[in-house]
């Protein structure tokens, strides 16, 4: 299962890229506005930093206008995904961009169909937004599984990136489940880590290495 860090905080990034852990990064308009970065600049340095897609999304909600966007964001590095909402308008740009060649995330898809059209407008990724569902008392995991099944009846390649994540089982369902990628902020990606049993268990040898003298070096 591949890991998109949902940030566009650079340090953030960088810190999970250092350990191997950044597959691709995802922003939207409000991650830059919280980043206090203007969109060009913070998105080509996240390009340098980590090798694979960076997603940036558009502005425009015509498609011409997104059209446009998403050329200008493509130029920025060979490894931006155009991110582009889940209309017609952003359907369309979609297939035109994707003809061209270049990486398109569709986003804010809430339901199984929608996740069909944005594989059939030749989407890259789809991402499904598990948070805001259950934040209105649906299953997101529940679309995630749908999406799977649907897209694997037909061979679609447009790969799931399971986004919204809030907890860390939420990770573990997707990866259950055969999300392709999870979008997660750092936080959340840092919590996976812990288990009590770990922290009791080290403090046990480290008592025992203490009375007992161990060294190695
Ligand atoms: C990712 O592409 C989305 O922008 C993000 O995961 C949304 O998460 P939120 O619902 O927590 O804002």
Redesign the pocket.
């Known amino acids: 299962m591949k890991f998109f860090v949902?940030t566009a905080d650079v340090p953030a990034i960088a810190e999970l890229n250092d350990l191997g852990m950044v597959d691709g990064v995802?922003?939207?308009p409000?991650?830059i506005k919280k980043s206090g970065r203007d969109i060009l600049e913070v998105t080509k340095e996240i390009c340098d930093l980590v090798d694979g897609p960076v997603?940036a999304?558009v502005t425009a909600t015509d498609a011409e206008t997104m059209i446009a966007e998403g050329r200008k964001l493509a130029k920025i590095a060979d490894n931006i995904a155009v991110?582009v909402p889940l209309t017609w308008d952003g359907l369309k740009a979609c297939k035109v961009l994707t003809d061209e060649g270049n990486i398109v995330?569709v986003?804010l898809c809430f339901s199984a169909n929608q996740a069909l059209l944005a594989a059939k407008a030749g989407a890259s990724f789809i991402?499904p937004?598990i948070?805001?569902l259950d934040d209105i008392n649906l299953e997101g995991l529940d679309l995630i599984a749908d999406i799977r099944t649907i897209y694997d009846n037909y061979g679609y390649e447009t790969e799931i990136?399971a986004?919204?994540?809030?907890t860390v089982n939420h990770i573990s369902d997707c990866a259950k489940i055969g999300a392709d990628v999870i979008?997660?902020?750092p936080a959340v990606i840092k919590s996976m880590i812990a288990h009590p049993l770990t922290d009791k268990g080290l403090d046990a040898f480290l008592a025992d290495i203490k009375s007992a003298n161990i060294s190695i070096l």
Request: zero cysteines; glycine letters at 4%.
């Open positions: 949902d995802t922003t939207n409000s991650l997603s999304e991110k995330n986003t991402s937004f948070g805001r990136l986004a919204s994540i809030r979008t997660a902020p």
